[in-house]
């Protein structure tokens, strides 16, 4: 099947074609071997509602929509905030696929749909049959929780499970192939097979995707922060040309690291080992340095990893917090320590190369928003990176990711690249509507791509952007193309926050509160609020600032004030890249 026969009425990008034909051919696969049902059951509905903030949760949802239809069902392919709780009680066939957020929490577009459905004026779901996809990442406390939320949900309100939930880590194509291959044909019954073989069409030309990365050249890497800075911000450029690829403001690029040469040594001397010891990697026998260096997270301890340490280390403290379940002192034991950490404060506990490499998770992409505009930037992509570096327990630590880019890859290297994207995060195709940016510290870079986009649109609407970070004089990044831009009168109004050139915090909240009133009539006049950078803290202060500016300037109660955010939310007017 092409993928302009997808029965989705949402345009794809090319992060997402590129996923898509992927996964696609890994489905076509899959369904050839499996029975279908005959066209008899072609109206037959599924609806599928998805739950997804970087695109995953929707991309298998809209995947499990075509799958459907090859099997002469009718799929409705919606994202959560674009259906009424109500409705749910009418769908005979609900399939729920979700991502989860922040901590254990529903991602932005389930949100709204989950309050409904949680209020207690939710009717009953006697007559509906339904089955839960979750995508997650064993890393968090809260492994799943917005699918587990869902599942428990829909069986409380009355209706049917005719499959067991799937929970999917990090790792989430095969499980998600295979909860659909066993889902769709459920709901299709009977017999007959997917016709998904005869329509897939010879032209779907294999693209760039998490299993197959683009290898992309790094041209530029420029230290935005000043040298004496607290922190260390960098400005990279990566280039794309020759890929076919494109990108909009407002997706992200993801990278795939290798971890640090010297970071492996150091664990190979930790375990006794030479490095030359060959371990099993998804059924092949490669070396264990090698295997360190690009199969595995070796700097975050993994769950696994710091149960077994701990029992074979006998270490009273770490013991005792994992017998006592406490998660919050298990962080506080945690934070600062990485892998290696462990391995030489307990040398005691001893692992052969094979015993430790199975306690590893794989090594991860990591996310960065694109600071360029596709448009004015179509070769080269712009990413701005805060370089994870700390000392603790007398070492010197480093991000996987933020410093593979920062010193490891050199003009030659290829930097193993896909995009991911976020199609709600979008400048507004309206140029005369205002433009709300709230973006401290890294959360700038979307809007560095969003005011390039509305410059080389010509657009005539205003643009509001609060930036902030530790202090003017090291940490102003990107101070000559924003004065540049507040000269020109691109930028209408900047706001700036540095949180420590005082003694009292000053952060990008209390600028909005300041501002209050403008802010009001921003929103009033059409304007769209876009949020960009930490999600623990600043973005729920944010949040809450924004309801306070909506309720003083609107003259409006608390749940008035409530109402309107979510009015905002609905329209797609506030919305966030937070992380
Ligand atoms: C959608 C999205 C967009 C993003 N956009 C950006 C962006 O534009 N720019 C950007 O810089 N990042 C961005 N990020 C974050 C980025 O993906 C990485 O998480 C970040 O670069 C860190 O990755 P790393 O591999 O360098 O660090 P990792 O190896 O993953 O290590 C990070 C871990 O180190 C530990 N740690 C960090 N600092 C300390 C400390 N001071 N003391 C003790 N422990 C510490 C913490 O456990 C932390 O989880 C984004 C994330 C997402 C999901
Ligand atoms: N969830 C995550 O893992 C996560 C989230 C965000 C960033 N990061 C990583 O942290 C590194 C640095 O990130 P960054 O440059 O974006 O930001 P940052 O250095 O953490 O902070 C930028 C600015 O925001 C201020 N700030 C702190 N708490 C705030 C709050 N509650 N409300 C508003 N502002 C607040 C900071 O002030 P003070 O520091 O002076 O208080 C600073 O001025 C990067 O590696 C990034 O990827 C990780
Ligand atoms: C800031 C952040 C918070 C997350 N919190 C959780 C969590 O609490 N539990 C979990 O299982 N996964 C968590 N995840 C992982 C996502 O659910 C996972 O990456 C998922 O595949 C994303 O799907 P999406 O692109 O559809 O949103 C988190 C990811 C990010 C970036």
């Known amino acids: 099947m092409k993928i302009s026969n997808l029965p989705i009425d949402a345009p794809y990008n090319d992060g997402q074609r590129a996923w898509l034909n992927g996964f696609f051919s890994g489905m076509q696969s899959y369904m050839s071997q499996s029975a279908g049902v005959s066209s008899a059951t072609e109206s037959r509905i599924v609806t599928i509602l998805y739950g997804s903030q970087t ?33 749910i009680a009418t769908f005979e066939y609900l399939l729920i696929v979700t991502s989860t957020y922040g901590e254990g929490e529903m991602p932005d577009n389930a949100q709204l749909l989950w309050d409904s459905v949680c209020a207690e004026s939710m009717p009953r779901l006697e007559s509906v049959n339904y089955s839960v996809l979750a995508l997650g990442d064993t890393s968090y406390d809260l492994f799943c929780q917005a699918g587990i939320d869902w599942d428990n949900k829909l069986a409380e309100l009355g209706a049917t499970r005719i499959y067991e939930r799937v929970d999917c880590d990090v790792d989430y194509e095969e499980p998600a192939q295979a909860w659909i291959s066993s889902v769709i044909p459920l709901i299709a019954g009977g017999s007959g097979v997917s016709n998904i073989e005869g329509e897939a069409g010879a032209s779907d030309k294999p693209e760039y995707h998490r299993k197959n990365p683009f290898p992309a050249r790094l041209l530029v890497n420029r230290l935005l922060t000043d040298a004496s800075s607290s922190k260390e911000t960098r400005h990279y450029e990566i280039s794309i040309a020759g890929s076919g690829l494109s990108y909009e403001a407002g997706d992200a690029l993801c990278v795939i690291p290798t971890n640090c040469p010297d970071l492996v040594a150091e664990i190979i001397k930790a375990l006794n080992c030479s490095g030359n010891e060959e371990v099993n990697v998804s059924g092949e026998l490669i070396g264990l340095a090698d295997a360190l260096q690009n ?13 077994e340490f701990a029992t074979r280390s006998g270490n009273q403290e770490l013991n005792g917090i994992i017998a ?45 928003s694109i600071s360029s505009s596709g448009k004015q930037h179509p070769d080269t992509v712009h990413l701005t990176v805060a370089s994870v570096r700390y000392d603790s327990f007398e070492r010197n630590h480093k991000g996987v990711c933020s410093t593979f880019l920062a010193d490891l890859v050199g003009a030659e290297t290829p930097v193993r690249t896909f995009f991911t994207p976020n199609k709600v995060f979008r400048v507004p195709d309206d140029n005369s509507l205002p433009m709300i940016m709230v973006g401290p510290g890294t959360g700038i870079a979307p809007f560095r791509a969003f005011l390039q986009e509305r410059d080389y ?33 691109l930028l209408t109004r900047l706001d700036l926050a540095f949180s420590r050139d005082q003694d009292a915090k000053v952060y990008v909240q209390d600028r909005m509160i300041e501002q209050g009133v403008e802010l009001f009539q921003w929103l009033e006049q059409g304007g769209y609020f876009f949020v960009c950078g930490d999600a623990y803290r600043m973005a729920k202060d944010v949040d809450q600032a924004l309801h306070a500016v909506i309720a003083t300037h609107g003259n409006l109660s608390e749940q008035q004030a409530i109402g309107y955010v979510n009015k905002l939310k609905k329209d797609k007017r506030y919305v966030r890249d937070v992380y």
Do not use: C
């Not at 298998?60 to 929509?65: F, L, P, R, W």
């Not at 006592?324 to 298990?330: E, H, M, Q, V």
């Open 55 to 87: 695109g995953s949760a929707e991309t298998v949802a809209i995947e499990a929509g075509t799958i459907a239809k090859s099997y002469g069902l009718t799929p409705i392919v919606k994202s959560m905030d674009e259906v009424e709780a109500s409705a």
């Open 295 to 307: 199969q595995f997270e070796i700097k975050t301890p993994s769950k696994e990893f710091i149960e």
């Open 324 to 368: 006592a379940g406490d998660k919050d002192k298990l962080s506080d034991y945690l934070w600062g320590r990485d892998t290696l950490d462990l391995l030489l404060q307990n040398r005691i506990a001893e692992f052969t190369s094979a015993e430790f490499v199975n306690l590893l998770k794989p090594l991860q992409h990591r996310a960065y």
């Open 457 to 489: 649109r010509k657009a005539s609407g205003k643009n509001w952007l609060f930036f902030g970070d530790r202090n003017a004089a090291t940490d102003y990044i990107y101070r000559d193309e924003l004065e540049a831009y507040q000269a020109s009168g």
